[in-house]
């Protein structure tokens, strides 16, 4: 049971780059979430889906997309990567929203740097 | 805004000993509180999730507590060793709806020494 996997664990892009932070998960769990640690903060919620086909913004939006074409997969697009957007990337899902378990599985987390 | 203060923001003791950890909140409406374990380079894991009525929930040698009234918790890690050196992070979730309601605290580094 692989849980939630990411990939890459790490990347340094160059401004104004492009790439995709690939989440995938094995549990078939409906709701899906990226968030982003910056160092000495709290996780932020980027953007999350409820389900395949479904997606909403997070808190911090800005920068980003995503897509829910399956149940497993829920990648993060960011499209003109800038030095903001340095941080660690986590992708998380929980079985249902509600459930009253321990909830949510996170990955391992993507280390992003922008230069 | 909902917030979530953690604190010390670091600890160091000594390998055997005991510490607590701190969590103080202002989410509203609340609905659970939960606290992860970060180990370095990894994602944060589940220890414990306390809902309203719930006032100790223990996993192992780990004990949280919660006051709803006060809007308190603690994290009582009992015996410490050398794996507990990681991040132990709050989590407030609201019962407002939408997105996770979740407000992460910036969490407290701890270092077990030998």
């Known amino acids: 049971n692989a849980g939630v996997t990411q990939t890459p664990k790490f990347r340094i892009l160059k401004i104004g780059q492009s790439m995709t932070l690939q989440c995938t998960q094995d549990?078939?769990?409906?709701?899906m979430y990226w968030y982003r640690q910056d160092p000495g903060m709290g996780l932020k919620l980027i953007y999350y889906s409820v389900g395949a086909g479904i997606t909403d913004k997070g808190e911090v939006p800005n920068g980003y997309n995503v897509s829910r074409s399956t149940t497993e997969d829920f990648p993060l697009r960011l499209e003109l990567a800038a030095p903001s957007q340095t941080s660690v990337y986590f992708c998380?899902?929980?079985?249902?929203?509600?459930?009253?378990?321990?909830?949510?599985?996170f990955g391992s987390g993507t280390r992003l740097t922008v230069v | 805004k909902n917030q979530v203060e953690q604190s010390p923001q670091s600890l160091i003791i000594l390998e055997g000993k005991n510490c607590t950890l701190q969590c103080n909140y202002t989410v509203s409406p609340f609905s659970n509180l939960r606290w992860y374990k970060q180990d370095t380079g990894r994602g944060p894991v589940s220890l414990t999730i306390?809902?309203?009525?719930?006032n100790t929930k223990s996993n192992g040698r780990y004990t949280a507590t919660l006051d709803a009234d006060t809007k308190q918790s603690s994290l009582h890690i009992t015996a410490s060793q050398l794996s507990d050196s990681a991040s132990y992070i709050c989590v407030v979730r609201d019962s407002g709806g939408g997105a996770d309601g979740l407000t992460f605290g910036k969490g407290t580094h701890l270092i077990i020494q030998p």
């Open positions: 998380a899902s929980k079985a249902a929203l509600g459930y009253g378990g321990y909830g949510y599985t």
């Open positions: 549990m078939n769990h409906n709701y």
């Open positions: 306390m809902t309203f009525s719930e």
